[in-house]
């Protein structure tokens, strides 16, 4: 039982959620794709703070996860605010960024 | 430290153009007669300059340097050579005649609703006058050759907007549709010159390296530069030389048009109104060939001799393509811009030709096509704003109705066809006899210029001015006294260059001589002393 | 606590035991598949019910890992938290039919499907290629508890790092607060302005129908009927609606209706009329026995004014 | 004394100014002013030649230095002027012409608004000719040439509500120009074999120079000398320069500026006679002019066209001459001389006829004037016999003499080229016959024009009958002034070279065969125009009747050969401009937007398709570091 099988599952959630980001256009569900990805990266540096014997990685995945907590809840705080203004929830929807 | 005329010379329209710009919307009059003063003031200096300058002495005179960007080894050093002082005075005394002959046409048209109105048309149009003026002179004085690209290119600015933004009334299409060609013209004035411009950029990043081994570091100092060169204490390997005297040579020749490079000429000045045209050909395109002859000879000797044979092919190929395709136009404006690719051919010639009596030639040959294009130019425009069409087909019979007006035309067209008796007869003949001693095909060639000039100019007279009148022009006004008295003075000035052009020879000819030195070129013996 | 001691036990050694490699063999393909369901769901409830398993299958992993403490707060404040405020937000959002996998964008499927088998296989190339070692094992990090470990670095090296992130998460929440709240520009209206405005453009003057026409219990789910008999969507509430499922009356319920009409109808022996048309329908009916039984009246004036019973009586009698 | 030569120019020159600049006001006394001030430069003329001939012969020259004009490095041009003999007796040419037509064409312009401008114009043309006879070196001269052409243009346009004169301008000084480029040419040529283009040092030190150089610089003067003097092949605008008025056809078509060309030649002798294949071809040219104009001469209807074709035929003559070399020059001077007198005579004449027929120049319209117009019958009549060289008239010396120096040529040339002249005397016997029968004999012919009016034949006011008589009388005398004891060939052989050759026949025989082929002429003429009446319109002759109407197809020549295939190369030049050298710019301008636009399509706007490509990115970044890792 190596590192590599950790790291190999972390490196398929992380794709798996990225082609999350990049499929779904319901924002919340995109929105939920990320946090896959955030927590496979999280799996990896845990995996490596055992793989050196330091703590140094659980610290980093400890402030991902803070972080992600934060970003959540302003992600989500827009979402329903798009809600609110657009009635929907579509990434889509927002293709505002045309010129 | 003297008084620092030169920088006086360039600042006096600058600060005139700020005056001008910042005249109230409403007091029109008052912003044409401050421009129209800062003008002349600007021609008083220049007069000075030209008082203070001795044929005889320094290369560069009335000198002034400060360090700019010492780190960069770029400064302001300003200074005159012979050719510099006559072309800031071609420009010092044009400008005044462009304020007067232009003093109508950025009024804003009664027809026009306040909505569409531009904001302030007439300040920004003598404001802009102004500040071309500054750039040029600036361009003409500037030793430095950083400084000199700087003015060099942000003299396309102020044109830009003097192109796109004010045509003359002259519709014989709609308005919409004038507005679009006047855009495309400025637009491809901007961008043609832009590209020149750039190349030349790199050409002057790839100077500095090439002079960085120098002791003093790289340098952008025109002197010291030609300096280091005589000295041979600096040395191009060949290769750089020539891609350097490509990149600096092509700018100057879509200033000047040059063919194949001239196709951005005849647009500009058939949109632009009468002034502006007369600005374009008059005096910034004359910075092109000025910088040929003070730039491109005097740092690149070997490339340009290298070059020679090329540019002077393409020198003849613009005298004769001009000229036929001034016979082919139907648009008077047009006509005159093709005459002046012809004319421009002839100056480049001159410069390549590599003799004394070739380059000081070319630099009569640019104060002379300046006023004499003026001249001519500016009749047309009054012309054009009397029947409101560029069209050479809409006029006839002119000269019945209006004979004062036909006749100054008819002066002007005779200067333009360089006549014996007015000032560029004096300088194509040296153009010619210069290119004839070194070059006797490429002479024989050109002379084809000088027919084809009289059939262009004869056909637009005739055309416009002789048979029966045109019902439309039958009760058409003679020249005004503000136009007359822009024009006369124009005619003196080209008959007394005709008559008495020895003062501009004894101030041209010695940096010439100078420029002839650094190429190390000298005039051809003649035939029976070569041969003893 | 069981579990806890054992996976501590087992990521406290170096090597690592085969036990350990079993529990990844079983969870890892669920985590997976936790995952895809994540993205291929299609109602984001079920996918948001995804995550959350993949995420506690994570919480176990770290435990494994020896990361106790990550392990808990992943499982408190990942699933716990996080998730159900995603789940908050998709009723506020409203919790609408699934969302159509339909691809609008042209070619975006096929880009993502390359980038993410491109990527997947680069970075599985990447940690072959990178030489990882084995476990060197958290024994002596973790040899006064993960969390005091933990702690003691948290506190000391990356001390402004989490003074930093405290900020940020106050920062977040202020934010959030400031991005939901809806300030109130105008007065609300009363209730009389939005009655007129109701007549003003003329929707729905009276209150909506009420549901559960002949229902047999509780019918908030049954839309109430128009005379025509048609179900009325206006009745039920549009969540229901929304969420499909409303109730709608059955042909039987129609034809019992009917019947129990006709049965009334022949118990009167008056020609029932058998329609689609229900109560309504019966009261004109009423309306003329009320007319004839008038017409008697005037017919005999004889009866004093006020005495019904009395001519009810004497139609019987007549009878 | 020498300042008086640059009075003589300056007082036209003067005249010209202040009658342009002065405007209106001047439009009362305008025409006397310019009138006096020629006459003011004939008595300047007058002055000078009589100071000269109070010197010896060899140091009679003078020369005036004014200023210095273009000095660059070696290339010293001077305002300068030189009066020699030869300047001298074209100086008396043109300024005792010049007045006197400006004087006559008080009376001819009288009803012309726009007098005062024609007078400008006279003086203008004085005043470029006397710089142009007077110049000491090259290039002064060709401003002179230039100038001359400019008046002739204004003068030929003067009208220039016709269509028809505004076009005539336009050509001759377009033709013009294209001689002129010849003596462009030739000024090169001289500065890069001399270093200089003064006449005394490339005069001087000709013999030095290479034969070849000779010929080329010899050759370039010759096209020079055909422009101006309408030889051929550039002789195509003088017919049209007719449109004019008629003043301006005798100063300058007839008497002065066509000259020039002769002028030109014999001052540049010296060049000449060191290349002897230069010399043949003006011979040549002048031998064929001489019929060309001849054949021409006789066959127009309009009395001016048929002058102008006799002026180009007598210069054929001077040409001849001139390329005869020393036996020649003279002759050719003097045949310039005593045709200036004659043929400006005559021009005279024809105007005063067409004043007097409102201005009719169809000779088939005329006839029978001379009972109208005595006084222009007499003078126009010894004009005539003076041209077609009647014995002890001036045409007759010095017509003559050319015929001698034809033959004296030697050889067979020496042969064909008598025949030649002789056969040009025949000729202009009979044209000259034609005019003088059309127009002043037989009966009247003509008839209402267009509006009706009958034109009442008068004689014209004294203005213009005084000039005609002084004309005439030098026409009939000068000659023989001329040849007694040799005056003239002693006047100008200080300056001129000159060489009597040995002809095969003497001088006696000349005249007689020239006379009795003249008697031939005019006898051919009277049975043609005297004897029997003359159709109204012209009968269609035989094809060479017809092309010499036509003027001998020059026109349509020039026409296929340059104006057609120049429009065509014109136009194609304006679309391959605008099509092809415009075309490659705008295209590369299209190209670029296409590509932004197509660009411009990949940003949709979509988040999730930026979010690809971050994505695309950032894969593509880890398989480059890993590449790097890798190698």
Redesign the interface.
Known sequence: MSPENYLHLSALLFTIGACGVLLRRNAIVVFMSIELMLNAANLALVTFSRMHGNLDGQIMAFFVMVVAAAEVVVGLAIIVMVYRSRHSASVDDASLMKL | MSFPLLTATVLAPAIGAVATAVVPSARRTLAKWVALAASVVTAVLAALVLIRFEPGGDRYQLTESHAWIPDFGVSYELGVDGIGVALVALTAVLVPFLIGAGWNDADPKEDETPAGRRWRPTQGFFALILMVEAMVVMSFVATDIFLFYIFFEAMLIPMYFLIGGFGDRAGENSESQQAKQRSYAAVKFLLYNLAGGLIMLAAIIGLYVATSDLPGGGTFSLQAITEARASGELTFAQNTERLLFLGFFIAFAIKAPLWPLHTWLPNAMGESTAPVAVLITAVVDKVGTFAMLRFCLGLFPEASAWATPVVIALALVSIVYGALLAIGQRDMKRLIAYASISHFGFIVLGIFAMTSQGQSGATLYMVNHGIATAALMLVAGFLISRRGSRLIADYGGVQKTAPILAGTFLIGGLATLSLPGTGPFISEFLVLVGTFTRYPVAGIIACAGIVLAALYVLILYQRTMTGPVRPELSRMPDLRPRELAVVAPLIALLIFLGVFPKPLTDIVEPSVQHTLSDVGESDPEPELEARR | MSTLTALSSL?AETS???G??AQ?WIL?PI??AG??G??LMRR?VY??LC?AG??VI?AL??LA???Y??GV??IV??TG??MM??LF??M??GVSAA?SLK???KG??L???G??L???I????????AS???????????AQG?VQ??AS??FTR?MV?FEV?GV??T???V???M??H?EKIERSKSQREQSEERVKDGTQVPPLPAPGVYARHNAVDIPGLLPDGTPSPLTVSATLQERGQVREVHHEAMGSLAALEQRTADHQNRPGSVSGALGPGARPERESNRGESGSTRTTDATGTAGDDGDSDGAEEAGK | MESLIGLLVAAPLLGAAVLLVGGRRLDRFGHWLATGLAALSFTFAAVLFFDMLGREGADRALSQHLYSWVPVADFQADIAFQLDQLSMTFVLLITSVGTLIHLYSIGYMEHDVRRRRFFAYLNLFLAAMLVLVLADNYLLLYVGWEGVGLASFLLIGFWQHKPSAATAAKKAFVVNRVGDIGLAIAIFLMFSTFGTFAFGPVLGSAEQASEGTLTAIGLMLLLAACGKSAQVPLQSWLGDAMEGPTPVSALIHAATMVTAGVYLVVRSGAIFDGAPDAQTVVVIVGAVTLLFGAIVGCAKDDIKKALAGSTMSQIGYMMLATGLGPIGYVFAIMHLVTHGFFKAGLFLGAGSVMHGMNDEVDMRRYGGLRKYMPVTFVTFGLGYLAIIGFPYLSGFFSKDEIIYAAFAKGGTEGWILGGVTLLGAALTAFYMTRIMLLTFFGEKRWQRDAEGNEPHPHESPKSMTIPMIVLAVGSVGAGFFFNLNHNFVDWLSPVVPTADGDSPISHGMVSVAATVLMLVGVGAAWLQYGRRPVPEVAPTGRWITRAARRDLLQDDFNHAAFVTPGNYLTRGLVYVDHKLVDGVVNGTAAMFGGLSGRLRKTQNGFARSYAASMFGGAAILIAVTLLMRAV
């Open positions: 990521a690592t035991s085969g350990e490699a990844f890892a985590a997976v995952g895809l994540t993205v984001a996918s948001a995550l993949t995420m994570l992993f770290y890992n020896g990361a403490f990550l707060v992943q404040v990942y938290a996080v405020l995603f937000v998709l506020l959002v969302d691809e609008t964008l975006q499927r880009i993502t499907a980038f993410g491109g990527l997947g680069l970075l599985i190339a990447g940690i072959g290629q990882v070692g084995s476990f060197t094992g958290l024994a002596e990090a973790n993960n470990g933990l670095l948290l990356y790092a992130t940020l998460l920062v977040a929440a934010g959030a607060t991005l939901t809806r």
